[in-house]
């Protein structure tokens, strides 16, 4: 079976620009959570979503949004970016929420110049 | 709030050795805990999801322990090998979200 895949794998952006990231979850999961992780430092949560629900949000600014398609697959939209925003941002599925087993995708690394 | 933490940061042993990673956190009342390990630059791949219910949880090489009256897990792995050499991280649900720690690298010297 496939693992969750995310792409791009590599993204590289000036500041203020827009960027969309991808997410598609194992098959027959319905929960996807989006976390950003610096280096040296743990993932932070960032949005979960469970049958196209946001079932929760993490402190970032309204710059950050997301959206679960039918499929399943989610996608997460940065706006107006920040060299701040540089980071690994990692999808994990699930098949109901955090208590769940978690599955991640190999990232996609963001870099804002 | 539940805070998790992870101590050392980083870890270097000869091959062979057994490994102790620590996790800790402030609030008990966990459903779960679960570990991960961090390859440079990659995603996490889950290694032990130990139950609240459960004292022990193995796999392979890999033992976790929980204990959640003093807020504590570890990780043993036994054995290491070069290919062990990666960040390893714990995380517990919280609200909609885990939790994680910061990680401990561990290198792993042939």
């Known amino acids: 079976d496939a693992g969750v895949t995310q792409s791009p794998t590599h993204l590289i952006k000036t500041r203020g620009q827009h960027v969309t990231l991808r997410c598609s979850p194992i098959s027959g999961h319905k929960s996807v959570s989006w976390y950003q992780q610096v280096l040296g430092q743990g993932p932070q949560f960032i949005f979960q979503?469970?049958?196209?629900?946001?079932?929760g949000r993490g402190n970032f600014p309204d710059r950050f949004s997301a959206r679960q398609f039918p499929n399943y697959s989610s996608e997460l939209n940065v706006n107006a970016l920040l060299l701040g925003d540089s980071a690994l941002y990692l999808c994990?599925?699930?098949?109901?929420?955090?208590?769940?087993?978690?599955?991640f995708g190999p990232g996609t690394r963001l870099t804002v110049l | 709030k539940q805070e998790v933490t992870q101590i050392p940061a980083a870890l270097s042993v000869p091959e062979g050795e057994n490994l102790v990673l620590n996790c800790s956190f402030t609030d008990s009342a966990i459903y779960n805990l679960q570990w991960f390990r961090q390859d440079p630059g990659k995603g996490l791949t889950s290694l032990l999801l130990i139950q609240s219910s459960q004292r022990e949880q193995t796999s392979g090489r890999l033992n976790a322990s929980l204990d959640k009256s003093s807020g504590r897990s570890t990780l043993y792995i036994a054995a290491s090998q070069p290919g062990d050499s990666a960040t390893y991280l714990c995380?517990?649900?919280?609200?909609?979200?885990?939790?994680f720690g910061a990680g401990t690298t561990v290198t792993v010297r042939a």
């Open positions: 995380a517990v649900p919280n609200d909609y979200k885990l939790s």
């Open positions: 994990a599925s699930s098949l109901w929420g955090p208590t769940d087993t978690q599955y």
């Open positions: 979503y469970y049958e196209k629900e946001e079932r």
